[in-house]
Every structure is written in C-alpha cells, then in structure tokens.
C-alpha cells in the first residue's frame, strides 16, 4: 500500500496487473502444489518491478517539481526586470521633471512683470504635468485676504471660480499643501466645493510661500480620480517654492511702481502721473476724433478744519473725500490728487453734460456723508470746475486752466457747487 500511495498513476496500473497475476498464480499453485517452487522467483521479480517503477516516478516527479521551480523562477526574474524598468522609467521621468524645474526657474528669472510671470507659472505646471486638465494660479489680496484668479490654463471650458474655491482657501489659511485622489469621495469637503463648476476627480494644490507668507495657491486637476500622487504633490511643492522666489520680487517691484505714482496718504494717482495720462488722452482723443473733459474738486474751507483741529483731521477728510470720489466714477476713469486740498477726476470718452452730471454726483454724496470729528458730526462741501475736450481747450495747458477757471467761478459763487461751459 505504501507503494501505491508513493507511486503515480502509471506505476499504480503496472503494479495492479503484477498484482493480479500474482493472484491468479497463487491461485493455480493452490491445485499445483509444484508451482510453490517458482513464487520467490516471482515475489522477487515483483519487488525489483516495484522499486523500479517507484524509482522511475519518483525521477519523474523530481523533474516536474524542478521544472516548476525554474518556471517559478523565471517569472520570479521576468517581475524583478519589469519592475526594474518601471523603477528606471520612473526614475527617467523624475530627472526630466528636475531638469524642467531647472530650466523654468532659469527662464524664470529673465522674465519681468507680475502678468507675464504668472502665466509662465501656470502654463510652465501644466506642461509638466501633463495628466491635469486645469491649472490654475490664484494670489493673495494683503488687504482683504482674499483669493483672486491671476491666471489659468486648462483643457477646456473656463475658470469660474475668481476668487478661488474651498480647497484654495484651506491651503492659504493653513499655509499647507494638499493632495486628494479622490475628490467626490473626501471627507474634508462637501461635493459642491466648487458649486457651478465642472466637477473634479483629483487635485494637487501648493502654496507660494515667502518668510512665512502666503503670496498665492497653485493647483493642478483632473476631472478623473487616482491621476496624482504624493510624487506629484512635492514636485509641485518644489515648483511653489521656485516661483514664490521669483513672483515675490515682481510683486514687490510692481508695489514700489505703485506707490511712486500714488499718494500714499488717499491712495490715488499722483499729479506727475496724472499729466503724463492727459497727454496721452488728449492724443487718442485726437486720433479718435472723440471728447473727454476733467473736473477740478477743491475741499471748501479746508485749511479752518486743518488750523482748528489739525492735521489729523485734515488727512481724515482727504482719505474720506478720496473714497467718496472713487465710489462715483467708474473704473476706467481716473482719479488723482491734484495737490493740497484738490482732486482731479479724468472722465475718457464723457462730453460736458455727462461730466457735469458726474461731478454734481459727486458734490452730493461729499455734501450728505457725515464725517465724525471728535465725537461731533461735521459737514464738508466742495466745489467743482468742469472742463471738456475740444471746446474748453485742446493742449494739456489750456484744460486745466479752463477747468480751474470753473473752480474759483464755483467758490465766488458760493462754492459748494458745480460750474462748467454749459
């Protein structure tokens, strides 16, 4: 029995039919007592088929179980040489992505001017990241806090979202990257992060930071789940980091612009920059054959607030009267601070009536709002000279002394009024 088990199929059957002859045998010896003589030749017969037979198996068996071990093996070699060239590819991958980074940072630092660096930034992203479908570069407002789109690039559609979305403003108000490979299923935010945009599969988001200080978010998607992984969130730190770099130093210079053209104190244009704007207007008004006028606004009685409470005050109603103006123009006109206690508002493309309707707008809603002066309601009024392109003058010189002509007819008259041409 212990051969059987031991033995294959084959050698099972051979040893059976011995078996059964062996049998038969013993049965005829059983009338033919003589026969007896001849069973140790056949028992011993037998036996060598038996280990024989056994032998042959077990070499058989002995093959197939090397063979499958080679087999085993070779898989075992193809999977470590596959996984071999994934890790070489990927490795490929990683040092073509560093030696983008390289490039774009030194493309980076000859390019000047916050719009032109922004876009580089974005369209630079998206080109190293190819699987995302949207790109997008949102800077922070130091005032409001606030996010706002400064560029975008995407596969298709538009960038609803202006001012950001909540994945943006959780990465700026904790200052911390993030990665989600499954936006419709992340327990952090609700499926509407984004209401009345395409929805999104994975997201990569980085902040651009800078001692300690959000400039902006970046973030890269993909309307499908599973495209981005942590590799792709510190690559796309790396690059944060990179553009925050150079993004800082534009937007620092662009600040340093801003503020010599602006009044520090009511954050208007200054007048240098206001005549270099006229001129410019004047030539497009007569290249367009279109008019434009100017108003002058002088604060009435300003130097008795400034002499009976002091400067203070003073600054307080020039930034008051300054938020008042702005709030009645529009934003492609252009407000400055003439000097002093006098403003300048120029009005492209308004004829002498529109001006004059602006400009009386404006001498109400100074008129009606209240300024508080140490703890007592006051009233401040101002008059206003209104003066249009071509019939008040058609030289820069000629304007402004028509409009200021205006002014002082405005004062004479009473002031807190509204004089021009018609």
């Not at 037979?53 to 002995?62: A, E, R, S, T």
């Not at 071990?69 to 470590?80: P, Y």
């Not at 493309?107 to 876009?119: A, F, P, S």
């Not at 100017?294 to 300003?302: A, E, K, Q, R, S």
Request: charged residues 30%.
């Amino acid at each position: 029995m212990i051969v059987w088990g031991l033995s294959g199929p084959i050698t099972a059957a051979v040893l059976t039919f011995l078996a059964v002859v062996v049998s038969i045998y013993l049965c005829l010896a059983d009338k033919e007592p003589s026969l007896f003589l001849q069973t140790p030749i056949y028992v011993a017969t037998f036996v060598f088929y038996a280990f024989y037979l056994y032998n042959v198996q077990k070499q058989n068996n002995d093959k197939v179980i090397s063979k499958e071990k080679v087999s085993e093996e070779l898989t075992l070699i193809r999977e470590d040489h596959k996984k071999n060239d994934n890790l070489q590819a990927a490795l490929q991958e990683k040092i073509h992505r560093f030696l983008d980074l390289q490039r774009f940072s030194r493309e980076l630092k000859e390019i000047r001017g916050v719009q032109e660096v922004t876009r580089k930034i974005v369209d630079e992203a998206h080109a190293i990241f190819k699987q995302a479908d949207e790109c997008v570069l949102y800077l922070v407002d130091d005032v409001r806090q606030e996010l706002g789109l400064v560029a975008a690039t995407q596969k298709s559609g538009v960038v609803r979202e202006k001012e950001g979305s909540l994945y943006e403003e959780w990465v700026m108000k904790r200052a911390r990257a993030i990665l989600i490979e499954d936006a419709r299923n992340d327990f952090r935010f609700p499926a509407d992060a984004r209401p009345g945009a395409a929805p999104l599969g994975a997201l990569c988001a980085s902040p651009l930071m800078t001692e300690n200080r959000v400039l902006g978010v970046l973030r890269i998607s993909s309307q499908k789940e599973n495209v981005f992984d942590a590799d792709d969130l510190r690559l796309l730190d790396i690059f944060s980091n990179l553009a925050a770099v150079i993004l800082k130093n534009d937007l620092l210079y662009d600040r340093m612009q801003e503020l010599a053209l602006r009044d520090s104190l009511t954050g208007l244009y200054l007048n240098r920059y206001f005549q270099e704007r006229l001129n410019e207007e004047i030539a497009r008004a007569r290249f367009n054959n279109s008019p434009f006028s100017i108003i002058l606004l002088d604060i009435d009685l300003f130097k008795r607030y400034n002499d009976e409470f002091g400067h203070a005050v003073g600054d307080l109603i020039l930034k008051g009267i300054a938020s008042i103006i702005l709030k009645c123009v529009s934003p492609v006109d252009f407000v400055a601070r003439y000097g002093g206690e006098e403003f300048v508002i120029l009005l492209p493309k308004k004829e002498q009536k529109e001006a004059k309707q602006i400009a009386e707008k404006i001498r109400s809603e100074i008129e009606k709002h209240p300024f508080y002066i140490r703890r007592a309601e006051k009233r401040v009024t101002a008059s206003l000279g209104v003066a249009s392109f071509p019939e008040d003058g058609k030289a820069r010189e000629e304007l402004i002394r028509t409009a200021d002509r205006f002014l002082y007819d405005a004062k004479n008259l009473g002031r807190n009024r509204v004089c021009g041409s018609i």
